[in-house]
């Protein structure tokens, strides 16, 4: 099992642009969380997906959403992105309440 | 509001000394905490968690939450201990987890 797996590992966008990022959880597991760790800070939670809905999310804005298929992997879309959105975006994969498990993480840069 | 501190961005230390890395936590709850660590070129994964009360690779953490604290101990650093530490905390009945801004920690030889 090559545990969380993410892609791409790194893109680059132009302000006003459309992304989407992808992630496969671990084998197993259900539930799938995204975050976004700026320079220097530690991750900060955005949304969850269990069962293809949106569980929970954190304080982002709506240019952030995301999806989750069948097969459990999820993808984070961002829309009219911004400069302020440069950073790493980490997938982490779980059963519900369970252990957390990261993936390495796309790196976005927007210039 | 919920908040995880870690007020020490980098601790350096010889290897043999003891280590405490420092986490302070704003929650009206009862939180789960954690501490995850990030070894170079590494991902993200979890070291221990406070309702487990095990010792990780010589590493401990009590939770006191008369000053709702955290903090990550082991007596005598390794050079392998040298990595990136967050501690997080998990509000109740949420998956959620609250970051720190984490701590360097550098072991010299």
């Known amino acids: 099992d090559a545990g969380v797996t993410q892609s791409p590992t790194h893109l680059i966008k132009t302000r006003g642009q459309q992304v989407t990022l992808r992630c496969s959880p671990k084998?197993?597991?259900?539930?799938v969380s995204w975050y976004q760790q700026a320079l220097g800070q530690g991750p900060q939670f955005i949304f969850q997906?269990?069962?293809?809905?949106?569980?929970q999310r954190g304080n982002f804005p709506d240019r952030f959403s995301g999806h989750q298929f069948p097969n459990y992997s999820s993808e984070l879309n961002v829309n009219a992105l911004l400069l302020g959105d440069s950073a790493l975006y980490l997938c982490?994969?779980?059963?519900?309440?369970?252990?957390?498990?990261f993936g390495p993480g796309t790196r976005l840069t927007v210039l | 509001a919920q908040r995880v501190t870690q007020p020490e961005k980098l601790l350096s230390v010889f290897k043999g000394a003891p280590v405490e890395l420092k986490c302070n936590y704003s929650?009206?709850?009862?939180?789960?905490l954690f501490w995850y660590v990030q070894y170079s070129r590494q991902r993200l994964q979890l070291l221990l968690r406070h309702i487990s009360r095990e010792s990780i690779k010589g590493f401990t953490a009590d939770l006191n939450k008369g000053e709702t604290s955290f903090h990550l101990k082991k007596p005598f650093a390794q050079e392998e201990d040298s990595a990136m530490y967050y501690c997080?905390?998990?509000?109740?009945?949420?998956?959620?987890?609250?970051f720190g801004t984490g701590t360097r920690l550098q072991v010299f030889p």
């Open positions: 997080a905390l998990r509000p109740y009945n949420t998956d959620k987890l609250i």
């Open positions: 997906y269990y069962e293809e809905e949106e569980r």
């Open positions: 929650y009206s709850g009862s939180p789960e």
């Open positions: 982490a994969s779980s059963l519900q309440r369970g252990e957390q498990f």
């Open positions: 084998s197993g597991h259900d539930t």
